[in-house]
């Protein structure tokens, strides 16, 4: 089985200080199902590619395993070039410390997203192309995928159910390793070994800082751990950080910060006001609120009849609690329920269930997003989702001196990451627009003050008929 990994990052040969593997040489590792590979097909300053062949030995796996009963079975397999859980325990040997992010001569690097382009020649996908990419586009992956036939000269047998498959994407490279780690063995829906407790910790650590908010997080935790539900239910538990109670309960006091700051001119209020003025105007029928938190937005679009489809999504499990009792969901008769729909999710990733509205809302959402995941948010909503209208709401910087319990230069909310001016949204707006094909504008919400104008800014994206 062969995978490569190739870098256009200038200059390109510093893929060897971050694989730890020179260039110069062919080195290769014993393992216990046969040997391992790695050499550089290419080198060079402009593009560099590293290749991982792993040679597996059938036929003596099979003989340690115990008699096949399939006579023919250890003789007429997949097993030496078809991507596999063999795979991943290669890469884990082989690149552990690229995997674990880590680089003594270029360490800022390791920790830097750069152009990275993987191919794996035979992957066996049990779940077909649409699968493949329900797996790999919400990571921000570009694919491309190419089925292999069963005999390159019998043409007319058709394809086999194996791929040739391309991932692009710009991305830190243990980002991609244990991307790879992880998803080959769920595509292949098996593993060559036992699974137990140390597959549960595996998962868990490899998936931690994307997994658990992964649309298809349920599938891949099932498949990595062949399909045995405690097990499944056992990492998922404890990736799903956001349960925990402290942890929510500190959210929730930070946000009463906020809001405590902010109600003597009932932001709120006129936050959710000037949303739904936007929407009216727009004749928008469906409206999906991208970070609906405990779901103040959507009481109100709830209440509007000419919206006849609404969706709420969130990243934390408790926040939505808190809006399926702030809407009454449970009370809901059947018709309003087949209106009215909560969806676990995160704004980074690409989700299938974010496309089809006409208009999206982000009310107070964007500056909670490290400044390195707003490029990822830009292109769930504004490539992939691509609703006609989206508004987006923020806080305005220049009005902080106004908030006297407000120290200078501090953020509204202890969990913001940013706070723009009127002129970065404006700029951050024209960008979005000229990228994805949207008209902007942007529009002051709240009493507004000579010399740093509103409280709150809003950003209204409206997309071109083209």
């Not at 099932?222 to 499944?232: D, E, G, I, T």
């Not at 006409?358 to 959402?365: F, H, M, W």
């Amino acid at each position: 089985m062969l995978l490569t990994i190739s870098t256009t990052h200038q200059p390109a040969t510093d893929l060897g200080f971050l694989l730890h593997k020179n260039p110069a040489h062919v080195q290769s590792e014993e393992l216990p199902f046969g040997r391992a590979h790695v050499f550089y097909p290419s080198v060079g300053a402009e593009r560099c590619t590293a290749a991982l062949f792993v040679e597996v030995d059938a036929v003596a796996l099979s003989r340690r395993e115990g008699r096949s009963a399939q006579p023919l079975e250890p003789y007429v397999n997949d097993r030496p070039y078809a991507a596999s859980s063999f795979l991943s325990v290669a890469i884990a040997r082989l690149f552990r410390s690229a995997m674990a992010g880590q680089s003594r001569e270029r360490p800022s690097l390791a920790d830097a997203p750069i152009p990275l382009e993987a191919t794996i020649s035979v992957l066996p996908c049990r779940g077909g192309e649409d699968l493949l990419r329900r797996l790999f586009e919400p990571l921000g992956y570009a694919l491309d995928v190419r089925a292999l036939a069963l005999d390159p000269v019998f043409t007319t047998w058709g394809t086999s159910r194996y791929l040739r498959v391309t991932l692009r994407a710009e991305r830190k490279l243990s980002e991609l390793l244990t991307h790879l780690y992880v998803l080959v063995p769920v595509l292949d829906d098996d593993k060559h070994y036992f699974i137990g407790e140390d597959e549960v910790a595996k998962l868990v650590r490899h998936g931690e800082n994307w997994l658990a908010a992964h649309p298809e997080r349920e599938l891949i935790a099932q498949r990595y751990l062949k399909h045995r539900r405690s097990l499944a239910d056992a990492a998922l538990a404890q990736l799903l950080v956001d349960e925990d109670p402290a942890a929510d309960e500190h959210a929730a006091a930070r946000a009463l910060e906020e809001e405590k700051l902010e109600r003597p001119m009932r932001l709120d209020d006129e936050r959710v006001g000037a949303v739904l003025s936007v929407l009216r105007a727009t004749s928008a029928r469906s409206v999906i609120d991208l970070g609906c938190g405990e779901g103040k937005l959507m009481r109100a679009l709830i209440a509007e009849p000419t919206f006849e489809r609404l969706a709420g999504v969130d990243v934390s499990h408790r926040a939505l609690e808190h809006a399926a009792d702030r809407i009454h969901y449970d009370k809901m008769n059947e018709r309003q329920r087949a209106r009215v729909s909560l969806l676990h999710g995160s704004l980074v990733y690409r989700d299938r269930r974010f496309a089809g509205f006409d208009a999206a809302t982000l009310v107070e959402v964007i500056e909670h997003l490290d400044p390195p995941r707003v490029s990822s948010l830009e292109r769930v909503v504004f490539e992939h989702a691509r609703p006609r209208v989206v508004v987006v709401t923020t806080p305005n910087a220049e009005y902080n001196v106004h908030f006297e319990a407000l120290a200078p230069g501090a953020f509204r909310h202890r969990d913001h990451r940013f706070e723009w001016t009127r002129a970065r949204l404006a700029s951050w707006a024209a960008g979005v627009s000229e990228r994805f094909g949207y008209a902007s504008r942007t529009l002051p919400i709240g009493p507004a003050r000579e010399g740093t104008g509103s409280p709150t800014q809003m950003a209204v994206f409206e997309r071109s008929a083209s």
